[in-house]
């Protein structure tokens, strides 16, 4: 019982949240976009796109035609980003933008520690922190 109750607060407390993000740039879903397509062509990194909008699901697969989107929030919105290419790990990355690894791993926190789950042409990162970036 009380359990329950207090998922449902957080529930409630994280779709307040959503509402009250004031967007710096909007999007609006056309045929054939994907996460990843979207987040590529619009700066707005993997992580970044998903973070503001809570809406999409884990895998992607809700996106409506005309759905607005939202890509970054007033005072949050990094558009240094990156589209990783075959063969791209995150070392080489953070070697090739200077910056470090942990604050790259920091910035894209959808990415594993070792790594493991980037995949080429269509994710991408974002290279500087988008809860201090405006
Ligand atoms: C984004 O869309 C929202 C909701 O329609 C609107 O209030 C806001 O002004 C738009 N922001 C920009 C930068 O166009
Ligand atoms: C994305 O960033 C690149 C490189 O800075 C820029 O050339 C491009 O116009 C940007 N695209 C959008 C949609 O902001």
Do not use: K
Request: net charge negative.
């Amino acid at each position: 019982m009380f359990a329950n109750f207090v998922l449902t607060s957080i529930v409630g407390a994280v779709v307040a949240a959503a509402q009250s993000i004031e967007c710096a740039r909007n999007y609006t879903v056309h045929l054939g976009d994907v996460c990843d397509t979207i987040s590529a062509s619009q700066n707005s990194s993997t992580y970044q796109l998903a973070h503001v909008n809570p809406n999409i699901d884990e895998g992607c697969t809700n996106l409506a035609l005309g759905e607005p989107l939202c890509l970054g929030e007033v005072g949050h919105d990094c558009q240094d980003t990156y589209v990783i290419s075959s063969g791209d790990g995150c070392w080489a990355i953070s070697q090739t933008f200077g910056i470090g690894l942990d604050i790259l791993l920091a910035n894209n926190p959808n990415v594993a520690s070792d790594c493991s789950n980037i995949y080429p042409n269509e994710a991408s990162f974002g290279l500087a922190d988008a809860q201090t970036e405006s």
